[in-house]
């Protein structure tokens, strides 16, 4: 249950995805100046060193972030590679954001943070990682079991962010509860929620128990950086976004071609711009 740690993956190119989009609804969000409350259930350690012995295992960043900092200009990246370039001042990529950081380098004073993390030593980092104040609330707890006490938000506006490991088939399960959950306690939250794709039928089943669920207005983006193949790991990866802003589909419809093609390993482009569900 405990196993998994995003330090091994931090910088490949399903986050560079995840966080692209995670930049772009925040953007969104603070066009009015209404507060609002950032939850994200799986938060991780917030901040990952590309050297440590981790990331070096299988050194993901290099099909991600690697061929992107200092040297991309794709149209639609330049926010995010801005917050990059922002923890790496001497221009030498030597350390990743997880999506807390990123928060915590865009959330105005008004906005407020709950950061959920159930690994111990990932959650004592996160502490150490995040701005001290009340703004940032780090509870080592289960996310996914923490969102029926965080919904309706204070603030009556929120992004979610659901970044669970699927190391267990239950994730997938648990990810469908979590969204009726959601969806019942706060149906205007703005959800984005992380997928990888390593067997293209549990993402299959994914989208159609979604569509089941009656949610209306959803997209899903995904990133490939090649063909799905039958053996072992993650060829795409995905968000899912419920009530996405006006704008992100235009957005990652301009950003996924070139974006995947300066990813590919296999010289094709893979990816996908989809409405699960209309308004």
């Given at each position: 249950m405990l196993s998994y740690r995003h330090g091994f993956?931090?910088?490949?190119?399903?986050?560079?995805?995840?966080?692209?989009?995670?930049?772009?609804?925040?953007?969104?969000?603070?066009?009015?100046?209404?507060?609002?409350?950032?939850?994200?259930?799986?938060?991780?350690?917030?901040?990952?060193?590309?050297?440590s012995d981790m990331a070096q295992k299988n050194c993901e960043y290099k099909n991600g972030i690697y061929r992107l900092f200092n040297q991309c200009d794709l149209p639609g990246l330049q926010n995010y590679l801005r917050l990059i370039e922002g923890i790496n001042p001497q221009g030498v990529l030597q350390h990743y954001p997880g999506s807390p950081l990123i928060a915590s380098q865009t959330l105005r004073p008004q906005d407020k943070a709950w950061l959920f993390e159930?690994?111990?030593?990932?959650?004592?980092?996160?502490?150490?990682?995040?701005?001290?104040?009340?703004?940032?609330?780090?509870?080592e707890e289960d996310g996914f079991a923490a969102l029926a006490s965080q919904l309706p938000s204070r603030s009556r506006r929120a992004l979610i962010l659901i970044d669970p490991p699927?190391?267990?088939?239950?994730?997938?399960?648990?990810?469908?509860?979590?969204?009726?959950?959601?969806?019942r306690k706060m149906a205007t939250a703005t959800v984005a929620l992380w997928y990888p794709v390593v067997e293209r039928g549990r993402i299959d089943a994914l989208?159609?128990?979604?569509?089941?669920t009656g949610i209306r207005n959803i997209e899903l983006f995904e990133l490939g950086i090649r063909a799905d193949a039958g053996?072992?790991?993650?060829?795409?990866?995905?968000?899912?976004?419920?009530?996405?802003p006006w704008t992100l589909r235009g957005q990652m419809e301009a950003l996924l071609p070139p974006l995947a093609k300066a990813l590919s390993e296999d010289?094709?482009?893979?990816?996908?711009?989809?409405?699960?569900?209309?308004?």
């Open positions: 993956h931090a910088g490949n190119f399903a986050d560079v995805l995840k966080h692209c989009v995670q930049v772009e609804i925040i953007s969104h969000l603070q066009k009015k100046d209404a507060a609002f409350d950032y939850i994200d259930t799986h938060a991780g350690a917030g901040k990952y060193a590309l050297a159930l690994h111990p030593s990932d959650a004592e980092k996160l502490r150490g990682n995040m701005p001290r104040g009340r703004q940032f609330q780090v509870r699927y190391e267990q088939k239950a994730d997938y399960q648990r990810v469908i509860s979590a969204l009726q959950l959601i969806h989208e159609r128990q979604l569509a089941d053996g072992h790991g993650m060829t795409s990866a995905g968000m899912i976004v419920i009530n996405p010289g094709e482009s893979h990816y996908r711009c989809v409405t699960l569900a209309a308004e």
